[in-house]
């Protein structure tokens, strides 16, 4: 692996820094207070390219991959501003229909997604399952040509301003009887589709919803990819969105950590900024020490997620949404710390992020399932479950 970004990608994150660097924090917080989407800083970077940079160019994609679509989320979020749904529609969406979708499936909508112009959410998440894809309740069955979906899904993003949610379903194998996850294109307005908002202690623009999907027909066209393939399928899509978590809390920690130096430069409470004292200072370069890892291991999942090894982007991808994850959340809590009781205020802008940064702690996979995953297929350690 390349640890060392091209000039290209240097160029691209400039670029990005640029963009962000005119909406940023207080662009953000403004969309959250009057319940706005963030439109304006989403139909730009459309317009510049960022959001479809990992689609193909075929369908007015950039030809990049994963490592081109992490570097601009974590410059978004450096400044601030993060896209959050950037993670599903061009990410998990986009790869999945570019990686299995039919030819006409790629023509409607990869242009679109990777314009921005058109939003797909991502339904996997169920009450009672989380997003464990052997426990899903919802199913997909054949009626004719047609399929019949029913199901309920939580914690949903984005969907009021979706165009489709791509819905992660089981059906049945004809020869063993067993269910397998299947992935199925819903329209916003389709017959049986309804949402209802989950209110959430978490400033974003973008909302969180519950699904319910009652006798939900869809045309034979609605299935992306092969029906058999199951996992491999489903996985195409939730290694990049690890990875692009791992971009959204290390532009957040970058954030966190950048207010806190620049208060730390010139806050004077005797003779000297507080920066010149190591018990302010330390744990501020720690936390940028943590986040630089953190950033290593996002590149690695992205490299080899971009070069098809799928086996090695899994583990890696875990390794970084975990790692970035509690880098994150130790680079807000000590920022806010730095700051004492300016860091709680609304002009300085942390205190939010202190609920923001733990769900990357949660979502889309708690980072104890992370660890059961490393114990279990890293180090070869046996199952408790």
């Not at 917080?29 to 989407?37: K, L, S």
């Not at 229909?97 to 990869?110: H, M, N, P, S, V």
């Not at 921005?116 to 040509?145: C, Q, V, W, Y």
């Not at 194998?173 to 978490?202: Q, Y």
Request: glycine letters at 10%; one cysteine or more; hydrophobic letters at 45%.
């Amino acid at each position: 692996m390349n640890v060392i970004e091209s000039a290209e990608h240097r160029d691209l994150r400039a670029a990005v820094a640029r963009l962000a660097g005119r909406y940023g924090r207080e662009y953000f917080a403004t969309a959250v207070r009057e319940g706005r989407h963030a439109d304006e800083l989403w139909e730009e970077a459309g317009k510049h390219g960022y959001l479809g940079v990992n689609l193909p160019e075929e369908y007015g994609g950039g030809g990049g991959g994963i490592t081109e679509l992490a570097l601009v989320l974590e410059e978004l979020g450096a400044a601030g501003c993060p896209l959050l749904l950037m993670v599903v529609s061009p990410a998990i969406c986009g790869t999945v229909i570019a990686r299995f979708g039919t030819d006409e499936q790629k023509r409607t909508w990869l242009p679109g997604l990777a314009s921005g112009t058109l939003k797909m959410a991502f339904g996997i998440t169920e009450p009672d399952a989380g997003s464990n894809s052997h426990r899903l309740t919802t199913t997909a069955r054949r009626d004719g040509t047609d399929w019949i979906l029913n199901g309920r899904k939580v914690f949903i993003s984005g969907v009021d301003a979706a165009d489709a949610t791509l819905i992660v379903g089981r059906t049945e194998d004809a020869g063993t009887g067993r269910l397998k996850p299947c992935l199925f294109i819903v329209g916003r307005d389709t017959p049986g589709f309804t949402r209802r908002s989950i209110a959430m202690e978490l400033a974003s623009p973008e909302k969180q919803f519950e699904l319910l999907l009652d006798d939900v027909r869809l045309p034979a066209e609605a299935l992306v990819g092969d029906e058999d393939a199951g996992l491999l399928q489903l996985f195409a899509g939730l290694n990049p969105e690890r990875i692009m978590t791992a971009a959204f809390a290390i532009g957040m920690g970058r954030y966190a950590v950048a207010r806190a130096v620049d208060y730390a430069r010139t806050r004077q409470v005797w003779d000297a900024p507080i920066g010149a004292h190591q018990a302010v200072a330390h744990p501020l370069a720690r936390s940028h020490i943590e986040l630089e890892l953190a950033r290593l291991m996002m590149y690695k999942a992205a490299h080899l997620y971009d070069a098809g090894d799928d086996a090695g982007a899994g583990e890696a991808a875990n390794m970084a949404k975990y790692a970035a994850a509690e880098a994150a959340v130790r680079a807000v809590d000590q920022a806010v710390h730095t700051l004492g009781g300016n860091g709680l205020t609304a002009e300085y802008g942390l205190a939010s992020l202190i609920t923001a940064a733990r769900v990357a702690r949660v979502a889309p996979v708690s980072r104890e399932m992370i660890l059961n995953y490393v114990s279990h297929q890293t180090l070869g350690l046996p199952k408790s479950y």
